[in-house]
């Protein structure tokens, strides 16, 4: 590693980032089907993609990536998607011997992958769990058949359930996703269903309320009328229960939507909300690469044919490649870290800003109680201000 490199790991904006981790995501980009709520770079294709040469691809886009980076200690892979348990475990173990190559893997490396209950196969959990992945994360999504079939989801309860029991048995650490604030939903209807859900006994459950994205198909029923989702009084309420019914049971929200018994957190998604370093691989990746004494924010060809050839024709998929200024770093650390309950360096924030909080506005939130400062200098939303974090960001951000 050149000494700007070595540098860039260790400081940036004049604080240490090393122990933030350095995380790889890949992005597998297709689906059996696209789901009508979902705005993620998902393709459906009718003849099943070149995986060979997909794996190939990817390999090159890590070596380029490494080639910037130099050394780094990787403490994450994470394969998301689309459907990434669409691959067949010879694949993922490709991609992963790629990373082994180029990086080194920390010892206790969480590798995960995202599956959905249609593709799981107890056969191809084994294979996957040999090629190196010791943690997968389910897209249950919910747990009654009329709002699975509503939310254009291909399994039953009953099949989710199965999944469930199959991954417990093949990896070490499991998660699975539910989407809350459903159409129609009551909060007598939710708890019921939470609390189903966590009797399951796994390690680490991320709770979404649904969100009407624009593009999708859920938009444009809600813009006519035909797609009513619960208002802002029953959301909170549905909220209240999230956090109730969680803590309940010994699942911690240690981030605003993310749940987990002590010692389970995602230490990917750790990587995003602490300003680590993580490399985005694949179709429409995202990343952040601390490369020559900056801070790099990378994005890839979203459309896999078109990504495919760029690789094969120059090594890389990159269509965004662009050095953050200060006041960007600044925003996005606070965006991020006030997601998790274990907050912000106050210290950090002011190295990466130039500034402080604006002291005002700073102490209007905390008498609200909305915030606070901890003896350790940390600032963080407290439960009654994650509800409104976003006007918390930006009145903060100002």
């Given amino acids: 590693m050149d000494g700007d490199a070595a540098r860039s790991r260790c400081h940036i904006g004049g604080m240490s980032t090393a122990d933030s981790g350095f995380a790889v995501y890949v992005h597998w980009p297709f689906c059996l089907a ?3 709520y979902c705005d993620f ?3 459906v294709r009718h003849e099943a993609p070149d995986e060979a040469r997909f794996a190939h ?38 991609i992963l011997d790629a990373i082994a190559r180029h990086w080194t893997l920390k010892p206790n490396i969480e590798i995960t992958l995202e ?14 769990r040999s090629a190196g992945v010791n943690r997968v994360s389910l897209g249950v999504q919910a747990l009654d058949d009329a709002s699975l079939k509503s939310l254009g989801r291909m399994h039953t309860a009953d099949e989710a359930l199965a999944a469930v ?47 009407i994205e624009d593009g999708t198909p859920f938009a444009a029923l809600h813009r006519a009328g035909k797609l009513l989702v619960p208002d802002a009084d029953l959301a909170r309420d549905l909220w209240d229960v999230t956090q109730e019914t969680c803590e309940a049971a010994g699942y911690s929200a240690y981030e605003i939507s993310n749940h987990a018994r002590p010692g389970a957190e995602s230490q990917h998604n750790l990587v995003y909300w602490r300003s680590g370093e ?34 094969e024709a120059e090594g890389h998929g990159l269509i965004t490649d ?12 606070l965006l991020m870290g006030l997601r998790l309950r274990e ?11 130039g500034r402080d909080f604006d002291a005002d506005r700073l102490a209007t939130l905390s008498e609200q109680g909305l915030v606070e400062t901890t003896g350790e200098g940390r600032l963080r939303v407290t439960p009654e201000g994650f509800p409104v974090l976003d006007a918390i960001v930006a009145d903060l951000a100002a």
């Avoid at 599956?115 to 996957?128: C, D, K, L, W």
């Avoid at 662009?322 to 650390?333: M, Q, S, Y």
């Avoid at 907050?343 to 190295?351: H, M, S, V």
Wanted: aromatic share 10%; net charge positive.
């Fill in 34 to 36: 696209k789901c009508p």
């Fill in 41 to 43: 770079n998902s393709h």
């Fill in 57 to 94: 691809a990817i390999a090159a886009e890590i070596a380029h990536t490494a080639g910037r980076t130099g050394a780094r200690e990787v403490t994450s892979v994470f394969f998301g998607g689309g459907t990434p348990s669409l691959m067949k475990p010879e694949t993922v173990a490709t």
């Fill in 115 to 128: 599956a959905n209950p249609t593709s799981v196969e107890a056969e191809r959990f084994r294979g996957y």
């Fill in 165 to 211: 029991a199959i991954a417990k048995a093949a990896f070490p650490r499991v998660s699975f996703d539910l989407i809350y604030a459903r159409p129609g939903q009551t909060t007598d209807a939710w708890r019921a269903e939470l609390k189903r859900a966590l009797a399951e006994g796994v390690e680490h459950h991320s709770l979404y309320q649904l969100t």
């Fill in 278 to 311: 993580y490399a985005g691989i694949g179709p429409g990746a995202h990343g952040r690469l601390n490369v020559f004494g900056g801070r790099a924010a990378t994005a890839t060809e979203k459309h896999p044919e078109r990504w495919l050839a760029r690789v």
């Fill in 322 to 333: 662009e050095e953050l200024g200060a006041i960007e770093r600044a925003d996005e650390f």
């Fill in 343 to 353: 907050g912000i360096e106050r210290a950090r924030f002011r190295f990466l800003a």
